[in-house]
């Protein structure tokens, strides 16, 4: 696999391997539980699903759990995670590449990227947003660091390695056909459920 950012490499190494390991648990999978059902409240009509960036699939897990019949793909570029997502999809649904260079071949009912955006080169954000555009059936679930312009935020301690901005914002304004039903912030002090300080965003295509 080659890629052309920085970013891509970062993730599809060692350094995304340790995420994966250090990103699983029950606990991890009854806080997205909370979080889905209240991020899809206003979502009917979910057949199917693909999810940009999936790791090793806990939020995917969930998903299934409170939406038994619905079909689930999965993009991932780490060859590890993707290994373990293998485990829990049928395997063709499972492409393990980089978003920037998957190729969209049909729409889903629910498009989810979670924790993905803040990570992408923000040069590579036009082709990204037009891959969850052209995915998009019905839905689009975001779920990514908030700020109202952009800014570069050291991750880790590596540099250009995670981005905050508007990136609802942006899509809404570059696609009219997209409107949003409902937004909400999930607080890292949440005495229940595990959480990042992330803000989500339910986006309906219209038509």
Known sequence: MTFTTEQEA???????????ERNQGEALLAS???????????????????????????????????????EQHAIE??????????????????????????????????VLIRGVLIHINPQ???????????????????????????VAIEYRGHKDRLFKRDFCGEMLDRYPDLELVDYGFDYHRDPTFLHDDCTWFLIRKKG
């Open 77 to 110: 570029i780490n060859a590890n995670a993707a290994g373990k997502l293998c485990e829990i999809l049928p395997p063709q649904n499972v492409y393990n590449a980089s978003i920037l260079q998957h190729e969209v071949k049909r729409t889903f009912d629910l």
């Open 124 to 150: 590579g954000l036009a082709t990204v947003y037009e891959k969850l555009h052209s995915s998009t059936g019905k839905y689009l679930l975001i779920c990514e660091y908030y700020n109202p312009t952009p």
């Open 32 to 70: 997205n539980l909370n979080f889905f059902s209240r991020a899809l409240r206003q979502a009917p009509g979910l057949d199917s699903c693909i999810e940009f960036g999936a790791n090793v699939g806990m939020n995917l897990r969930a998903l299934k759990l409170l939406r038994p019949g619905i």
């Open 10 to 20: 970062f993730w599809a190494g060692e350094f995304g391997t340790e995420y994966m």
